[in-house]
């Protein structure tokens, strides 16, 4: 079976891949300190306390932090004897690189995510990842990542609202019944709310405007349902996107003896 790990600057995500479908997905928080045995800890308690019987013979990883890869690549090692192929290496092919300048690096997550998407609904599409940053992903007709969007992250936008105004609270993020707030908390709610409703819509209405062609907008992350909930701004909400991403970039490499 095939472990897929995605670590973003927040959480960590592993996934397994039974061929057909996902058996099950564990979360935990980013830290470079983690070592392998204490990954193993946390994957074997779950594993087991979910019934599932894995035997792990591959492992890709996707990772925004390159600092837990080293701790990463011993896990994979130590406990399932293998070596996992590492989105972003130059040993881990792509169905189709990037269009991008001249030395710029893409990251992991945007490279999966452009794999998955082409592969699921094919090209002309933007991907609208909500995590500690909103990135938009562009994937050209033919499969290609040709660039996109970064802004700031919705949690860590209602962080700096929070530590840069003393006398703000930390609220959590959802759809307020109005967009006049009658209380501080609801202000801030709506602000964040219908704010970053506006975003995305006006980022997708100018890329699709510059990109000059018929374009699929997927929302995926954590929070992508909610703001789904805010306005027609996604065509279809994809949970697993990334993780799908790095079976079809698995997938590739096998097919083509780079593993």
């Given at each position: 079976m095939l472990l897929c790990i995605d670590c973003g600057n927040t959480n960590t995500v592993f996934s397994i891949w039974d061929g057909t479908r996902f058996l099950c997905t564990l979360r935990t928080s980013t830290h470079h300190a983690r070592t392998a045995d204490a990954y193993f800890t946390w994957y074997s308690t779950l594993v087991?306390?979910?019934?599932?019987?894995?035997?792990i013979t591959e492992v890709i990883i996707s990772s925004t932090v390159p600092r837990v890869v080293f701790n990463l690549r011993v896990f994979t090692d130590r406990f399932f004897d293998c070596r996992p192929l590492v989105v972003g290496r130059p040993?881990?092919?792509?169905?189709?690189?990037?269009?991008?300048?001249?030395?710029?690096?893409?990251?992991?997550?945007?490279?999966?995510?452009?794999?998955?998407?082409?592969?699921?609904h094919g090209g002309d599409v933007v991907v609208v990842d909500f995590g500690t940053a909103t990135n938009f992903d562009v994937v050209a007709a033919?499969?290609?990542?040709?660039?996109?969007?970064?802004?700031?992250?919705?949690?860590?936008?209602?962080?700096?609202?929070?530590?840069?105004a003393a006398a703000l609270p930390h609220v959590d993020v959802t759809k307020p019944d109005q967009v006049i707030g009658t209380n501080t908390v609801n202000c801030i709610q709506s602000g964040v709310f219908w704010g970053y409703v506006g975003l995305i819509q006006g980022i997708t209405d100018r890329i699709r405007a510059e990109y000059d062609a018929p374009m699929k907008v997927i929302g995926t992350g954590g929070l992508a349902p909610l703001f789904a909930t805010g306005d027609v701004l996604f065509d279809t909400i994809e949970d697993d996107l990334?993780?799908?991403?790095?079976?079809?970039?698995h997938a590739y490499n096998k097919e083509n003896g780079a593993i």
């Open positions: 087991k306390h979910y019934g599932i019987e894995a035997d040993d881990c092919l792509l169905p189709v690189p990037p269009r991008v300048d001249p030395g710029t690096g893409v990251g992991p997550d945007r490279l999966a995510n452009a794999a998955g998407a082409f592969d699921r033919d499969g290609a990542y040709v660039g996109g969007v970064i802004a700031p992250g919705v949690n860590l936008s209602l962080e700096a609202l929070h530590q840069g990334t993780m799908h991403g790095l079976t079809v970039i």
